[in-house]
């Protein structure tokens, strides 16, 4: 099984998720100016003081003093950090070093042992190839490098400057190290410069892909992972999160969607949802929650006893056990059984539909919140507009959303933004909590968390069917 260690840099151990293969060697290829040795030896002064990991720092250009007063300005004491056998610092020619590293219990060894070290960085692998004119003989010295650091278990970064020249020099590097880091600087609203982090390849590891910003602080670098946002602490702090039945989705959302939340389903009409509302629900019917699902055109009773027979639930049992009620705007024929269960409002005018969700059924789901039981609703809010028109869906909606919330009821709302226009949905996705959205280009569909609690984004992932339950799975 592979071990992972924190890199000590902030945000770039969440893009790794858990830290660097332990053992691994990785180039840290950047233009002049990036940040690669702060990154470096940070990534050495944060093991020896934080984890008890000592290091080596090999450069080929600068004299020892120079780094010692350049990371002074970070508060790092590297000179202290000698004397105490957590650190060396060392400056020595790539011929010397290749030599070194060779020769058994040569110099290279003797300071490995002596500081017990686990993390090196050599800075930087440039002038091992200035020398070579045979890229036979710069294949060799890499692959010598790699493997006597691989000898000692160690976990590496190798510094590559990257100029005009040398991105064409040296690809084959990427091919034998294990991981490959970029650091950039680019153009950003036209005066001004970001710096970006994308990992290239990491093995045996999961990454977040992308490009991700950071910052060069006081205190080192800080990485701010890509599609971030400000968690909603009040929501996240002491909720209980709902499993939505797919594991990669309740990943996404940090465990499942937050009890008392209002979630929103953006589709589009070429995009099979009827698996991911069908989970969800079944989900919380399974955890023992009441249920109300405001009927869409698109399914009626009939298509949701089948579809839930594949999720091993019995919907008319849930009727006879007055567990689940549907909000009817259609006037379909109600299948045998469902009688008690179906609360057709299609006759209903917007007053009297609103009086009857308001001193109907809202009185009878808070009366029995009392006796400790839990609802879930589920509503198709196109259904309301199409029914009742923009106005009434927007001052309903917030309404409702707010007494459900207060009273820790769950709500899942299914619509498409782009049939309800760019104001009701703009208004629609300020008052949710989350915002799921899910599309259909080409040949294959996506998914995308576009807005949560906890502050997460996620790039489009692929839908795929499969042949157990839940029968999708996001890649």
């Known amino acids: ?54 290091g080596i720092y090999i450069t080929v250009e600068e004299f020892p003093d120079q780094i010692y007063k350049d990371m002074e300005s970070f508060g790092w004491d590297l000179k202290r950090l000698e004397k105490e056998d957590k650190l060396r610092v060392i400056c020595m020619s790539p011929e010397t070093l290749i030599e070194q590293m060779r020769r058994p219990n040569g110099l290279f060894e003797q300071m490995v042992k002596e500081v017990n070290c686990k993390r090196v960085v050599i800075d930087s692998l440039n002038l091992f190839h200035y020398a070579l004119e045979d890229p ?18 160690l976990t590496t970064l190798l510094i590559n400057e990257q100029t005009s020249l040398s991105k064409n020099e040296i ?124 009927m869409s055109s698109l399914t009626n009773l009939t298509d949701l006893e089948h579809l839930y027979k594949l999720f091993n639930v019995d919907l008319k049992e849930l009727v006879r056990q007055k567990r689940i009620y549907f909000i009817e705007h259609y006037n379909r024929p109600i299948p045998p059984g469902y009688e008690s269960s179906v609360i057709k409002v299609d006759s209903m005018e917007n007053d009297d539909f609103n009086d009857y969700i308001r001193n109907s059924l809202a009185p009878v789901i808070f009366e029995s919140l009392k006796t400790g039981q839990e609802w879930f609703v589920y509503c198709d809010i196109n259904t309301l507009k199409s029914q009742r028109g923009s106005e009434f869906l927007n001052g309903f909606f917030v309404e409702e959303v707010s007494h459900a ?37 080409g040949n294959y569909q996506y998914l995308q968390l576009k807005k949560s609690p906890i502050g997460n984004m996620s790039y489009p992932l692929i839908v795929e069917n499969i042949e157990k339950k839940p029968f999708i799975r996001l890649l």
Not at 416 to 421: Q, R, S, V
């Open 1 to 54: 099984m592979q071990n992972f260690i924190s890199s000590g840099i902030e945000g770039l151990d969440t893009i790794l998720h858990g830290g660097l293969p332990e053992g691994s060697s990785v180039l840290l290829d950047g233009a002049p100016g990036t940040g690669k040795t702060i990154l470096g030896m940070q990534f050495l002064y944060e093991g020896a003081t934080k984890y008890n990991e000592n």
């Open 136 to 153: 036979s003989d710069k294949r060799k010295v890499i692959y010598t490098l790699r493997n006597i650091l691989r000898k000692f278990s």
């Open 171 to 294: 690809p084959f590097v990427s091919y034998i190290v294990d991981g490959v880091i970029r650091l950039s600087l680019q153009s950003h609203q036209e005066i001004y410069r970001k710096r970006t982090l994308e990992i290239l390849k990491m093995r045996g590891c999961k990454i977040s892909e992308g490009e991700h910003i950071y910052r060069i602080r006081h205190s080192g670098i800080h990485l701010i992972p890509a599609l971030s946002m400000i968690e909603d602490i009040s929501i996240t702090t002491d909720s209980q999160m709902l499993s939505t039945g797919v594991t990669q989705l309740d990943g996404l959302l940090g465990g499942g969607i937050p009890k008392g939340s209002t979630f929103i389903l953006d589709t589009n009409s070429k995009a099979n949802y009827k698996y991911l509302t069908a989970s969800i629900i079944v989900n919380r019917i399974l955890a023992g929650e009441n249920c109300v699902i405001l």
């Open 405 to 441: 919330n207060n009273a820790n009821v769950t709500i899942l709302a299914l619509c498409n933004f782009k049939e309800l226009g760019q104001q009701t949905s703009s208004f629609l996705e300020r008052t949710s909590t989350g915002v799921i959205q899910t599309w259909v280009d």
